[in-house]
Nanobody, 120 residues
């Protein structure tokens, strides 16, 4: 079994910062792309940022210049530093990992989600 455990969400004022973390554990052979998605009430889940094993990144236009994704391959962990937060960033943030388990199968795993609320 594989688990993705997120942490770091909460309430922050506009203009503030938060850092989300997501650690993968379990019967993992190799992790490929890792990323963050978010879903606001009444909206579809959308990509926030993704990072490859080699460190290449891709961001949604709405967060470019404000969010920074990074990862620690030795710890199977992905982070997103969120600066200059806006009320429209309010959503449940989900971690995602594309990985191969020890049996050899390739899967997409999701974390349980962490709430980020940007409000004064």
């Amino acid at each position: 079994q594989v688990q993705l455990v997120e942490s770091g969400g909460g309430l922050v004022q506009p203009g503030g910062s938060l850092r989300l973390s997501c650690a993968a554990s379990g019967s993992i052979f190799s992790i490929y792309d890792m990323g963050w998605y978010r879903q606001a009430p009444g909206k579809q889940r959308e990509l926030v940022a993704v990072i490859t094993t080699g460190g290449s990144t891709n961001y949604a236009d709405s967060v470019k210049g404000r969010f920074t994704i990074s990862r620690n391959n030795a710890k199977n962990t992905v982070y997103v530093q969120m600066d200059s937060l806006k009320p429209e960033d309010t959503a449940v943030y989900y971690c995602n990992a594309n990985l191969r388990v020890e049996s050899g199968h390739l899967y997409d795993y999701w974390g349980q989600g962490t709430q980020v609320t940007v409000s004064s």
